[in-house]
């Protein structure tokens, strides 16, 4: 069994700028984070995306994968639409990099999302600065 190489993995814990401004009832009493990836195979173009969170049932929004089109990670306040319209726009042939340009692009809230994506093909998107 060759091991698959994970090409990014995402660790997000609420960004302090986004957490200082939850009002107080919505703040977590614990720490939590939560872990995405999203690995692609280079010998097999094989894809595989999966999350663990603290938060219950996240993978239902996180984690998003369509055999022979590619796999898409949306995590921190998570965007569920970005899953079947990445997926949806690397079917049509757009790169992934360019996918999440334009899901971010028209995103109001996009300067609290966590996203990569993968097609079998490619590897992920770079992160973002």
């Known amino acids: 069994m060759r091991p698959v190489t994970p090409l990014i993995l995402l660790a997000a814990v609420l960004p302090h700028s986004a957490f200082a401004a939850m009002p107080e009832a919505a703040k977590p009493s614990i ?10 195979d280079p010998a097999t ?5 999966a999350v663990q969170s603290h938060w ?4 239902s929004v ?19 639409s970005y899953g079947p319209k990445g997926i949806a726009l690397m079917k049509r042939g757009v790169a992934p990099k360019e ?13 609290v999302r966590q996203e990569r994506a993968s097609t079998p093909a490619t590897g992920t998107r770079p992160k973002r600065t």
């Open 31 to 40: 720490p939590v984070a939560t872990f995405s990836i999203v690995a692609r």
């Open 62 to 80: 996180v984690a998003w994968a369509e055999a022979g089109v590619g796999a898409v990670a949306t995590q921190s306040f998570v965007e569920p």
């Open 56 to 59: 219950f049932s996240v993978g």
């Open 99 to 111: 996918a999440l340009a334009q899901l971010l692009a028209a995103d109001a809230q996009s300067d």
């Open 45 to 49: 173009g094989e894809l595989g995306v």
